[in-house]
């Protein structure tokens, strides 16, 4: 018994460091856990750890991927000539989601926030620029989210971009200032898309 309680509270400690979850909640999701059949139980702990194992970032865009390549890269129907900049791979799912991009993209991991410590070398910024460099972009999007800090990585990565003959352009404002692109409905963000602007 004391094994079991020991294994509890464990599963509660573990469940009460994941983001928006409190210690009461973290309660009850064990509690579920516990009540549930086992299989169930089971089956999402055999999916963080498929998740975990298999998932990691895609080699060129850094999006999320299960083999070198994520499903976008490895598309030869995607236009390679435009090239959508975002902050996490959940906007990148968002801006999918509206269907209205054709292109790759590039994935920063991050935005640059000074406050926190994060400056671009610890974002994908230094293989964006290989991409570009290297690659037949005649469009790059930034798509960052319309906050301080992304309009600020934004414009640090346009500053980089501008020795090469790239057009900069950047979402249209459709997207109220500070909202977050994952949360945005996908006709604001096909509207964003269609009503882009030179950066
Ligand atoms: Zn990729």
Do not use: W
């Amino acid at each position: 018994m004391a094994e079991l309680t020991h294994s509890v509270a464990d599963m509660i400690d573990h469940l009460g460091r994941l983001p928006g979850i409190g210690r009461k909640s973290a309660e009850r999701l064990a509690y579920h856990l516990l009540r549930v059949p086992k299989t169930e139980a089971l089956a999402l702990a055999d999916s963080i750890r498929s998740v975990r194992e298999n998932v990691r970032y895609c080699e060129q865009c850094f999006n999320l991927s299960e083999g070198p390549r994520c499903l976008i890269c490895s598309d030869p129907r995607r236009d390679s000539t435009r090239l959508c900049i975002v902050e996490q791979p959940r906007d990148l799912i968002s801006l999918e989601q509206s269907g209205m991009f054709q292109g790759l993209y590039h994935v920063l991991l991050g935005r640059i926030a000074p406050l926190d410590g994060i400056g671009p070398d610890q974002l994908t910024i230094d293989p964006l620029v290989d991409r570009v460099r290297l690659g037949a972009f005649t469009e790059v999007i930034m798509a960052t989210n319309p906050t301080v800090e992304g309009d600020g990585t934004s414009l640090y990565i346009s500053n980089l971009l501008q020795e090469y003959p790239v057009e900069i352009t950047r979402l249209a404002r459709g997207i109220t200032a500070g909202s977050v692109l994952e949360f945005t409905n996908k006709e604001i963000l096909a509207d964003a898309l269609n009503g882009r602007q030179k950066l």
